[in-house]
């Protein structure tokens, strides 16, 4: 299709719970980014995927997040033990890629709103 | 290092006028693209326009233009004859390619608000 689908739009974990966030990206692109938006501010790159490989994940706390894009899978982002400073909306982009000069068509999901409790 | 300053936390607009907010970014690429996202208060993040590094004229789009100003390192958003759902925050961003990753920086946002 041709949107990015997050699920769930909504999660609640008791702290020290695991969360899962999926993510379907635009069929075709190649690249998936996983950003942390917290109080409608800043947003935190997380990781990112070109097609199932890690690209870049210089911005994963890696002790408790870790992410996945498998053939035929949305992607996912899990936290294990949460915090209560992981509550956050999480964002999915997908991209089709192509190098610095290709036109950038970068595609947001609506986000997954995290409160963790 | 690269990095998209907004130095506009919030705005307060009457209806109808003209705006502006402000983008500067650093980087040392001689490649790069510049974004403007709105998100309104549903949270979604809406795409406005694109600006590349080495597009020569400034991108329009309907009401918005980008005021691109390569030496200064500045891009900034226009909205021309504001509405009430204009409301929202806006950021500017920045493709970069970091260490061979492309990725997009954000800005810290700006506020607006239109009022009637």
């Known amino acids: 299709g041709e949107e990015v689908a997050q699920t769930p739009k909504h999660l609640v974990r008791g702290e020290g719970q695991k969360a899962k966030l999926y993510c379907a990206p635009i069929?075709?692109?190649?690249?998936v980014f996983w950003y942390q938006q917290v109080l409608k501010n800043e947003f935190k790159f997380l990781i990112s995927?070109?097609?199932?490989?890690?690209?870049?994940e210089t911005g994963m706390p890696k002790e408790r997040f870790s992410a996945k894009c498998l053939p035929n899978s949305p992607c996912s982002l899990e936290i294990q033990a949460t915090k209560l400073e992981d509550s956050a909306v999480y964002f999915c982009?997908?991209?089709?890629?192509?190098?610095?000069?290709?036109?950038?068509?970068?595609?947001f999901g609506s986000g997954t709103r995290l409160t963790v409790v | 290092a690269q990095k998209i300053t907004q130095t506009q936390p919030g705005m307060f607009v009457q209806e109808k006028e003209a705006v502006t907010l402000d983008c500067t970014y650093d980087?040392?690429?001689?490649?790069?693209?510049l974004f403007w996202y709105k998100q309104p208060s549903s949270g979604e993040m809406i795409f406005l326009i694109y600006?590349?590094?080495?597009?020569?004229q400034n991108a329009t789009e309907g009401r918005y233009s980008l005021n691109f100003q390569k030496a200064r390192k500045s891009a900034n958003l226009v909205i021309s004859a504001s509405q009430l759902g204009d409301s929202a925050m806006y950021f500017c961003?920045?493709?970069?390619?970091?260490?061979?990753?492309?990725?997009?920086?954000f800005g810290q946002g700006t506020r607006l608000t239109i009022n009637p």
């Open positions: 600006q590349g590094s080495y597009d020569q």
């Open positions: 982009a997908s991209s089709p890629g192509g190098g610095a000069r290709a036109l950038p068509g970068y595609t």
């Open positions: 069929k075709g692109h190649s690249y």
């Open positions: 980087t040392s690429d001689p490649s790069y693209g």
């Open positions: 961003a920045m493709r970069a390619f970091i260490q061979g990753a492309q990725k997009l920086v």
């Open positions: 995927f070109q097609n199932e490989n890690v690209f870049d």
